[in-house]
């Protein structure tokens, strides 16, 4: 299994931008998307969206649809997520996963099977 | 989209004992569902994917069951390790979650 590494906790002003990494300690994303889930201070898991890093591919939660940005390094197993015009309501723990992908007549499909995760990393937004 | 309902929002229950916590789904989705661990400060982990199969290192008291919009699952002789927070996710939409605490 991949094991996954996340950059460290950030303070924001509103307004501002945010980029968090995730990268594999162990393994490689070739086989995975990376999927981005958050959650808020004693809520619930909400999914962001993903990326395929073999493909460049991202698919989006309509709610953060032009908010959220996924880029991937597949050379590096990195991969990473810009969040743009944050707000307060931003402030949450944000985790990368590893998401199954199977080959379905000749296309990579994301299963929402999300098997590794990361340690999570704290965005808090303050003005 | 999928609205998915868990139940219930809280159990109390002691080692030893068997919890069962359902999931709802707004629309049938056949077999896919997963279910996640959360313990306070840490990650998600997967449990049980496609309704049934236990993820790799998961042990045999967990199992799940069900398909189309309602599904199980069961936790056989709780252990002390096992009280945390539960969600279910049917695609992209995660339930609230069942917190499952000792009584």
């Known amino acids: 299994q991949v094991q996954l590494m996340q950059s460290g906790p950030e303070v924001k002003k509103t307004g501002s931008s945010v980029h968090v990494s995730c990268s594999a300690s162990a393994g490689t994303f070739n086989n995975y998307a990376i999927t981005w889930v958050r959650q808020a201070p004693g809520q619930g898991l909400e999914w962001m969206g993903r990326i395929i890093p073999i493909l460049s591919e991202s698919n989006y939660a309509q709610r953060f649809q032009g908010t959220v940005i996924f880029t991937a390094d597949k050379s590096t197993s990195k991969a990473y997520m810009e969040v743009s015009s944050l707000r307060s309501e931003d402030t949450a723990v944000y985790y990368c996963a590893t998401e199954r992908l199977s080959m379905e007549q000749q296309r990579l499909i994301p299963k929402f099977v999300f098997d590794s995760w990361g340690p999570g990393t704290l965005i808090t937004v303050s003005s | 989209e999928t609205v998915v309902t868990q139940s219930p929002d809280t159990l109390s229950l002691s080692p030893g004992e068997t919890a069962t916590l359902s999931c709802r789904a707004s629309h049938s989705v056949g077999l896919n569902l997963a279910w996640y661990q959360q313990k306070p400060g840490q990650a998600p982990r997967l449990l049980i994917y496609?309704?049934?199969t236990r993820a790799t290192g998961v042990p045999a008291r967990f199992s799940g069951s069900g398909s189309g919009t309602e599904f199980t699952l069961t936790i056989s002789s709780l252990q002390s390790e096992d009280f945390a927070v539960y969600y279910c996710q049917q695609y992209e939409t995660f339930g609230q979650g069942t917190k499952l605490e000792m009584k």
């Open positions: 496609a309704a049934s």
